[in-house]
T-cell receptor, first 110, second 115 residues
């Protein structure tokens, strides 16, 4: 069974600070997706990274896929209250199965 | 309506009740999914339908019964549930038949409480 561990599980920081959350596995994935889920809503896809070592930027969010395609990180610069939510990573395996991570619940304090 | 809609948004039921969750997608997609999201577990895939045929059932108890009458609608019929079945049930759709690499579009979920 493939397992994606996300850390930290909970993170609460002040507006304007920077943060990084992690998604780690012992399995190799063909690609990895990051979702954000706001209260009362379903997850929304933010980005897909495909190539080992790939870095993608989405405004203040920077996503990186590990060289070995087993891990990923999400860095947020100058966090804003609108960034509050549950961040989920999801790995796509060779047989195209999608495995979700344990999630990081982020709270940005105004 | 656009995207993926789910009804009801909240449901409270006793263990002997029978109820159904409904999902509708307005995106013209060919694959639909049911997920269970519990407080302390990762999102769990329950069922996958591709072109209205069930292609995956991840060992879900028979008290959950899915139905996909057409490519736009998906139901989850519930009967004799247990309190541990209380969770957020999410529906999703994707453009192509059941490829995990496809972007999945999620509905807002049904918050189910089993008493």
């Amino acid at each position: 069974t493939q397992l994606l561990e996300q850390s930290p599980q909970f993170l609460s920081i002040q507006e304007g600070e920077n943060l990084t959350v992690y998604c780690n596995s012992s399995s190799v994935f063909s690609s990895l997706q990051w979702y954000r889920q706001e209260p009362g809503e379903g997850p929304v896809l933010l980005v897909t990274v495909v190539t080992g070592g790939e870095v993608k930027k989405l405004k203040r969010l920077t996503f990186q896929f590990g060289d070995a395609r087993k891990d990923s990180s999400l860095h947020i610069t100058a966090a804003q209250p609108g960034d509050t939510g549950l961040y989920l990573c999801a790995g796509v395996s060779g047989n195209e199965k999608l495995t979700f991570g344990t999630g990081t619940r982020l709270t940005i304090i105004p | 309506e656009t995207g993926v809609t789910q009804t009801p948004r909240h449901l409270v039921m006793g263990m002997t009740n029978k109820k159904s969750l409904k999902c509708e997608q307005h995106l013209g997609h060919n694959a639909m999914y049911w997920y269970k999201q519990s407080a302390k577990k990762p999102l769990e895939l329950m069922f996958v339908y591709s072109l209205e045929e069930r292609v995956e059932n991840n060992s879900v108890p028979s008290r959950f019964s899915p139905e996909c009458p057409n490519s736009s609608h998906l139901f989850l019929h519930l009967h004799t549930l247990q309190p541990e079945d209380s969770a957020l049930y999410l529906c999703a759709s994707s453009p192509f038949p059941a490829g995990g690499a496809d972007t999945q579009y999620f509905g807002p979920g049904t918050r189910l409480t089993v008493l």
